[in-house]
């Protein structure tokens, strides 16, 4: 219990220093679109591919379970898009980005540290928690709501693909499916959700980075420790969000 409430007071002492006013704004802002491309382009291939399959796959377990019932076929699309907007594209891809994009920070600050680079700037009077760790947050913010969004839209044609190997679904009621009873706020709360899951996964990830300590062996550890913590934080905030917005 010491250790934990230990963690938090450091975290917040991070997060304090991370978030205050950047000493060069035009620093700032070229570090943030050099982040954008690493962390969030980089990350578009592996998000859309997943999503594609994950599409088509929910659509064929949806017949799967309806195959025996009287329910319409067109709810394949509906039970399709339902699971994209509320579950896959927010959580699931916040996991999957925790797993490629968290351990990429941790590994880039853990080297940082054990090299001696954040000492350096320390030394030189530079915030190097502001100048290091707010471009990572705000680039990843500020993209994985896009990645969302492409996520949704690329699941839906997964599930498309796949009524054309679905006997007995023609594409017309598929498409019917994904339209209909459409909630605008579903939406909503898949971009609040995958905002909260950005800043979790970004700055747990710097944490541990940031106060990795030893050699290159700790980097690997630490690397381990912010994926681990970044997905059970993710997956709790997603229980309290869920209590909350629906």
């Known amino acids: 219990m010491r250790s934990f409430f230990y963690h938090i007071g450091r975290y917040s002492l991070l997060m304090k220093r991370v ?9 700032f802002l070229r570090n943030t679109v050099r982040e954008v ?13 997943i999503s594609l399959f994950i599409g088509a796959a ?13 329910i319409p076929k067109y709810l394949i699309g509906f039970g399709t898009r339902e699971i994209l907007l509320l579950e896959f594209s927010s959580t699931i891809v916040s996991l999957i980005l925790a797993g490629k994009v968290g351990s990429n920070i941790a590994s880039e600050l853990g080297t940082m540290r054990v090299t001696e680079q954040v000492d350096a700037l320390d030394m030189m009077g530079v915030n190097s928690a502001s100048y290091l760790i707010l471009p990572k947050i705000t680039a990843f913010i500020f993209f994985v709501p896009v990645l969302m969004v492409f996520s949704i839209a690329i699941g839906l044609v997964g599930g498309y693909i796949a009524s054309f190997m ?45 106060y990795t300590s030893g050699g290159a062996l700790e ?26 917005l629906l």
């Not at 205050?20 to 620093?27: A, F, I, T």
């Not at 706020?185 to 940031?210: E, L």
């Not at 550890?221 to 993710?234: D, H, L, Y």
């Open 58 to 70: 929910c659509a064929i377990q949806m017949n799967n379970v309806l195959q025996y019932s009287f």
């Open 19 to 27: 978030f205050s006013r950047p000493e060069r704004w035009r620093v």
């Open 37 to 49: 491309e690493n962390v969030g382009i980089s990350s578009i291939v592996i998000v859309l591919i």
């Open 166 to 210: 679905i006997k007995g679904l023609s594409t017309a009621d598929y498409l019917q499916g994904i339209t209909m009873l459409f909630r605008p706020f579903f939406v909503a709360y898949s971009v609040i959700k995958s905002v909260v899951f950005a800043f979790i996964i970004a700055s747990v990830s710097a944490y541990h980075g940031y």
């Open 219 to 244: 980097v690997g550890k630490s690397s381990t420790r912010a994926v681990v913590n970044s997905s059970i934080i993710v997956l709790l905030f997603n229980l309290i969000l869920t209590k909350l």
